[in-house]
């Protein structure tokens, strides 16, 4: 709810122009391990938003017109200002968004902020020259586009804040980005942070509710919306940003299939099954949410993963042994409980499935909610045919390889994909055939700065990382002379 700032608990301040504002009024963070209040965030409304915006606007001037390499160096010294506040970031982080500090947590997430902006640093957009002969010059420029969007999500609200953050930015935009109300606390931590080395207004930070962001993709000072959420929220940013023309980069669900081929040692690939699965509780758009597996190791491959499940111990992730957290917030939580109510008159329930276990175990206090890992469904089913985003997974039997690629395909989603062969070169002429934007060989969801990401179908357009996703940032001039 909204309240008015509590003298003992200091709201984090929006971050416009170089400063932090407090707006007089602020909303609640819960932590999703304890249900308690984590901190409070100032309240951005259309006031707000318009400040940031003209901030950022103004900026953009002077900004684009510096030398690339200067920008560069601001983004290299962006990757060092985090990593040098990387214990504050992480903790924050795991008190708000509930992932542990260990393993695949928080701490690994402000690694790969680190890493993927200092790998982002070094891109560069050369005038490419099309033509230099006797009839003339023609030089193809990328320029930037303007002031920046940036909507983010509260799954990994730093990692994904810089991969839409420093790509802007390098290219010559100005950003203003809006987290998750869920989330908002490390985000508005990192953009201060930032703007230690920035000029004000390059990157501002406006934390508030979903009507906030709608208002966003409908503002007439804002040139591209770069969003990374629910199908249901891209379908609604596109149509809003439609009246403004506005550039999109649009990350939206997945319902990742994985294939395991009959030659598998199924003991061998249980970890690297689970852990693409089950990553952030399954709170990945490019975890592994459906696994066919073929009838020759089917019982097999179930067994192995539920012994390395069971290995896994979930809990309050400032705890170091803590392996998972809790799943973020409520309504997510009631999402996942419905799907696997709803599968386990239909499946075989081989690992979790009942919330009061693991609740119990928690005080009753947190979303915590049971690995659970259910056999048995099969396409038609809701828990396979929708994204569950929580820590469950469907299996699927199939009995040809024909089968299990029109089943995987079987889907308007297209994000990410895996194929699990001792075969490589079989496995690749499998992963050619499946319809989305990556597939990965015995791992999945392992995204690299060096290499682009993005979906098909209703999974979004656009990608980010690499050259490919810099360029997204760019509107294409050409010179002719």
Not at 33 to 49: F, K, N, Q, R
Not at 342 to 357: I, M, T, W, Y
Not at 386 to 396: A, K, M, Y
Request: aromatic content about 6%; proline content about 5%.
């Amino acid at each position: 709810m909204d309240i008015s700032i509590n003298p003992t608990m200091e709201a984090y301040g929006l971050i416009i122009n170089g400063k932090s504002v407090q707006t007089g009024h602020s909303f609640e963070v819960l932590n999703p391990a304890t249900e308690a209040v984590a901190g409070l965030a100032s309240l951005a409304g259309s006031e707000e938003l318009d400040e940031a915006v003209r901030a950022a606007a103004t900026a953009f001037d002077k900004w684009s017109e510096l030398p690339e390499s200067m920008r560069q160096t601001a983004c290299l010294d962006i990757a060092s200002k985090i990593e040098n506040n990387a214990d504050e970031l992480a903790r924050l982080l795991t008190v708000e968004q509930g992932k542990p500090l260990n393993g695949l947590g928080a701490r690994w997430e402000i690694g790969g902020a680190v890493l993927w902006t200092r790998y982002t640093a070094g891109l560069s957009l050369p005038v490419k020259v099309l033509q230099n002969d006797d009839e003339g010059k023609v030089e193809l420029y990328r320029k930037p586009i303007g002031v920046v969007g940036s909507i983010t999500p509260w799954n990994f609200p730093v990692l994904i804040a810089v991969w839409h953050i420093i790509p802007a930015i390098l290219s010559g935009n100005t950003v203003v980005c809006k987290p998750s109300p869920f989330t908002p606390l490390s985000t508005l931590r990192l953009i201060e942070i930032m703007n230690e080395v920035l000029p004000p207004g390059v990157v501002n930070c406006v934390a508030g509710k979903n009507e906030l962001g709608a208002e966003m993709t409908v503002h007439a000072g804002i040139g591209k919306i770069v969003f990374t959420g629910s199908c249901a929220t891209g379908q609604k940013i596109m149509a809003s940003a439609a009246k403004t023309m506005k550039r999109l980069t649009l990350e939206l669900g997945g319902n990742d299939a994985g294939i395991v081929l009959p030659d598998v040692d199924p003991k061998q690939i249980a970890e690297g099954l689970f852990w693409g699965a089950f990553i952030n509780s399954g709170q990945t758009c490019a975890a592994l949410k459906r696994l066919y597996v073929h009838d020759d190791v089917y019982d097999e491959v179930c067994n192995e993963l539920v012994a390395v499940a069971r290995e896994v111990k979930v809990g309050v992730g400032v705890n170091e042994d803590v392996m998972l957290g809790p799943i973020q917030n409520q309504k997510q939580y009631d999402i996942v409980d419905g799907l696997v109510q709803s599968a386990e008159s239909k499946g075989r329930v081989l690992l979790g499935g009942n919330p009061d276990e693991i609740r119990k175990e928690t005080g009753g206090k947190g979303y915590f909610y049971p690995l659970t890992i259910i056999a048995d469904l099969e396409n038609g089913d809701r828990l396979v045919d929708e994204e569950q985003f929580g820590p469950v997974l469907p299996i699927i039997r199939y009995h040809s390889i024909e089968e299990a690629i029109e089943k995987a395909n079987d889907s308007s989603n297209g994000l990410g994909g895996s194929v699990w062969s001792q075969d490589i070169e079989r496995a690749k002429e499998i992963a050619n055939r499946m319809e989305c934007g990556s597939v990965w060989i015995n791992k999945h969801g392992m995204i690299q700065p060096n290499a682009p990401f993005g979906g098909i179908k209703r999974s979004g357009f656009g990608v980010e990382f690499a050259e490919e996703g810099l360029l997204e940032y760019t509107d294409i001039q050409v010179v002719f002379s």
